[in-house]
């Protein structure tokens, strides 16, 4: 029979223990509760000392969890996905070893919360045609395009109008960006920029905001999301862990997979 360890999912600081009942990751209806030492506790729940399957519901449910740690606690350090102690002391040992350095994290990030934004193009024709009117050189290389028989030659010209419109449209990406987070800059402590997975996507932002902010910050999304309607899409995901913002490795640790 397979032995379990303690899957991690956050470090808090409490002087009582937690109860979070069976929402833990893998399906089993495991209980998640805390271990601690010293007023500081890691979030975990039992789970097979193995390396289990990366998957979205896996994925989704160790985001929960600390979701279900933020209503009650207002600093709190997630812990990378698929971490798993092998016994309760060895994180009891962790704790003691490094308690200064996590205590002093969760100080700074005390009351703090992610809020994320993804701003899409409704019309990419209408973008593009920005685009060719914004750079003449490009309407330039369209015209030699159109009056060229030699094929080679043609070939070559279309292949240099793609390179300047990729090259444009990350351009456009960043200012449109720049635009709408000019707007956040009061309200927030810190943002950081993510890969946007397609070309009507301009934005895909975090943003480390006070939770006390967090009015503030949907009053301007709103205001943004009405000032733009004719021409962008906007997902708005808030409050969320502060994945973007810390990257806490339990690492060399020889338990962590």
């Not at 969890?65 to 997630?78: G, Y």
């Not at 200064?100 to 703090?112: C, P, V």
């Not at 000019?182 to 939770?211: G, I």
Request: charged share 30%; hydrophobic share 40%; net charge negative.
């Amino acid at each position: 029979m397979q032995r379990d360890g303690k899957y991690i999912y956050c470090i808090i600081a409490s002087d009582y223990d937690i109860n979070l009942g069976p929402i833990g990751i893998g399906g089993r209806g495991d209980l998640v509760t805390t271990i601690g030492f010293d007023g500081l506790c890691m979030v975990v729940s039992d789970h097979p000392l193995s390396r289990f399957v990366v998957n979205p519901e896996n994925m989704l449910a160790h985001q929960k969890v600390i979701e279900e740690v933020m209503k009650e606690f207002r600093s709190v350090l997630p812990i990378r996905f698929g971490t798993i102690a092998a016994t309760p002391d060895e994180i009891r040992n962790l704790l003691n070893r490094r308690y200064s350095e996590f205590m002093e994290l969760l100080r700074q990030f005390e009351n703090k919360v992610e809020l994320n934004v993804r701003g899409t193009w409704k019309n990419m024709g209408m973008i593009y045609k920005e685009i060719d009117n914004e750079h003449a050189e490009l309407q330039k290389i369209r015209n030699e395009i159109e009056n060229l028989d030699d094929k080679e030659k043609r070939n070559l010209k279309i292949a240099e109008a793609g390179n300047l419109v990729e090259h444009a449209l990350i351009e456009k990406k960043a200012k449109e960006a720049g635009n709408i987070i000019d707007a956040f800059r009061k309200s927030v402590f810190e943002f950081k920029h993510n890969k946007t997975s397609s070309d009507t996507m301009f934005m895909n932002t975090a943003f480390l905001v006070n939770s006390g902010r967090e009015v503030e910050f949907d009053n301007i999304m709103a205001e943004i999301g009405t000032r733009y309607e004719d021409r962008s899409d906007f997902v708005y995901t808030a409050p969320l862990p502060i994945f973007n913002f810390i990257d806490l490795k339990i690492f060399p640790e020889k338990w962590e997979l």
